[in-house]
């Protein structure tokens, strides 16, 4: 059983990660490359997170992104062992995904602007636009990420089976504010494959971790101020422990 648990949820968590940083890199790269719209770009990771939220939530409760698994390792409603198993399939995935990226999209890397050289889901940002613009992108995102999770999934009085819509719409609107200016990832894991994948370390110091400050941000107000008097429940299962 115990074997069965692990390996559902590995899968689901894996293939998640693979076919989003396939998807995401793909448009990022057309988008990077001038041919397609800022609202293509967010219609694609809206769509790509809901239609994998929706697919994967009685599998894994579709986390796809650590600062998900963290905030719900850190909040006791799930066990270490278990985040453990969601860290490692999230980030195979995602370095699984970029390279079937530069696989399937052998392009060579390209200039497309004095700012930005065409890459395998690694992180854009224009020039002109500061690193405060940056932090407070990542902090922002990271806290509508982890707050629509909250939303749509944790709290027992959200409306049934609207997950998809919460979690896309997230990255949407995200990638709506600040997508024209720099590459939107508000994940860790998959800014850090693409960075390993194209050996593109730029920001890593705000990607790698302003995220998380807006996550956990999220999780306590949620916690403290909003779910006061609601019993603490398991992940998407609305088992009151």
């Not at 600062?67 to 985040?83: E, G």
């Not at 909250?150 to 609107?173: E, P």
């Not at 941000?217 to 992940?235: C, G, H, N």
């Amino acid at each position: 059983m115990l074997f069965y648990e692990v390996s559902k949820s590995f899968v689901s968590e894996f293939h998640g990660c693979m076919w989003l940083s396939l998807s995401l890199s793909w448009i990022e790269m057309n988008f990077n490359y001038k041919t397609s719209t800022l609202f293509t770009l967010a219609l694609v990771h809206c769509f790509a997170v809901m239609v994998w939220t929706w697919a994967c939530i009685h599998l894994s409760s579709s986390h796809f992104n650590p600062l998900i698994t963290s905030v719900l390792l850190f909040s006791k409603r799930i066990s270490f062992f278990k985040a453990l198993i969601y860290y490692i399939a999230q980030f195979l995935g995602f370095l699984v995904g970029v390279g079937m990226t530069r696989f399937l999209m052998p392009i060579a890397d390209k200039q497309t602007s004095e700012s930005q050289v065409l890459c395998y889901g690694c992180a854009q940002v224009d020039n002109g636009f500061e690193m405060l613009s940056v932090t407070i992108a990542e902090f922002l995102g990271g806290f509508l990420v982890v707050f629509a999770y909250y939303a749509s999934i944790i709290d027992k009085r959200a409306t049934k089976d609207m997950y998809g819509i919460f979690m896309g719409g997230a990255y949407a609107i995200a990638n709506l504010m600040y997508g024209a200016r720099m590459t939107v990832f508000l994940n860790p894991f998959r800014y850090l494959a693409g960075a390993i994948a194209n050996n593109i370390f730029d920001y890593y110091y705000v990607y790698m971790t302003v995220p998380f400050f807006g996550g956990f941000y999220a999780s306590w107000l949620f916690d403290k101020r909003i779910l006061v008097d609601q019993p603490k429940i398991s992940e998407h299962t609305f088992e009151v422990k």
